[in-house]
T-cell receptor, first 116, second 113 residues
Framework: GAVVSQHPSRVICKSGTSVKIECRSL??????MFWYRQFPKKSLMLMAT?????????EQGVEKDKFLINHASLTLSTLTVTSAHPEDSSFYIC????????????FGPGTRLTVT | AQSVTQPDIHITVSEGASLELRCNYS??????LFWYVQSPGQGLQLLLK??????LVQGIKGFEAEFKRSQSSFNLRKPSVHWSDAAEYFC???????????FGAGTRLFVKA
């Protein structure tokens, strides 16, 4: 149980285009979802926290207009990187938690974004 | 402010040897503590967690961790390492006032034959 999927697993896009990453909780309802960014050989950096049906809460230094987060249902959150630039290339990981086990997060497998 | 410190950037152990990965945290109250493992290019898998109760926590894959309040530590141990344990290990602390989880910088484990 508690499986989280991400799609796509890898994506290459051209500079200036937008790319959407999906995060789905497959067998549970995720009241809260998190988006992290991980640089090579580095730890996870929390980008934003989203609750179903409400606006995401972004961490300091994360541009909300660049990284659009939508949490439209209890099983789906999306991260859209708008007007991508090479410096946006990174490994993006989502996680989800439930109302009954709110301090434990279930992680997706990650999405490798490369902007050329 | 909360913080998590993993003093060792990388550790190399021989297969079959014991392992201890260090983790220290800074937090005002009793934290919720986690250890995760990440294989290259993969997401994170939960090894074990501590919320309350017995300070020695058993996890998956033969791992255990001990919460020591006096030392603000939550070190991960395994009595006999297998080659498949080679990965990145992250210690994390959850904010009890919300959902935010702070991750340590990670420790890369190398296992030599």
């Amino acid at each position: 149980g508690a499986v989280v999927s991400q799609h796509p697993s890898r994506v290459i896009c051209k500079s200036g285009t937008s790319v959407k990453i999906e995060c789905r909780s497959l067998d549970f309802q995720a009241t809260t979802m998190f988006w992290y960014r991980q640089f090579p050989k580095k730890s996870l950096m929390l980008m934003a926290t989203s609750n179903e049906g409400s606006k995401a809460t972004y961490e300091q230094g994360v541009e909300k207009d660049k990284f659009l987060i939508n949490h439209a249902s209890l099983t789906l959150s999306t991260l859209t990187v708008t007007s991508a630039h090479p410096e946006d290339s990174s490994f993006y990981i989502c996680s989800a938690s439930t109302a009954t086990d709110s301090y434990e997060q279930y992680f997706g497998p990650g999405t490798r974004l490369t902007v050329t | 402010a909360q913080s998590v410190t993993q003093p060792d950037i990388h550790i190399t152990v021989s297969e079959g040897a014991s392992l201890e990965l260090r983790c220290n945290y800074s937090y005002g109250a009793t934290p919720y503590l986690f250890w995760y493992v990440q294989s290259p290019g993969q997401g994170l898998q939960l090894l074990l967690k501590y919320f309350s109760g017995d300070t020695l926590v058993q996890g998956i894959k033969g791992f255990e961790a001990e919460f020591k309040r006096s030392q603000s530590s939550f070190n991960l141990r395994k009595p006999s390492v297998h080659w498949s344990d080679a990965a990145e290990y992250f210690c994390a602390v959850a904010h009890t006032g919300g959902f935010k989880t702070i991750f340590g910088a990670g420790t890369r484990l190398f296992v030599k034959a």
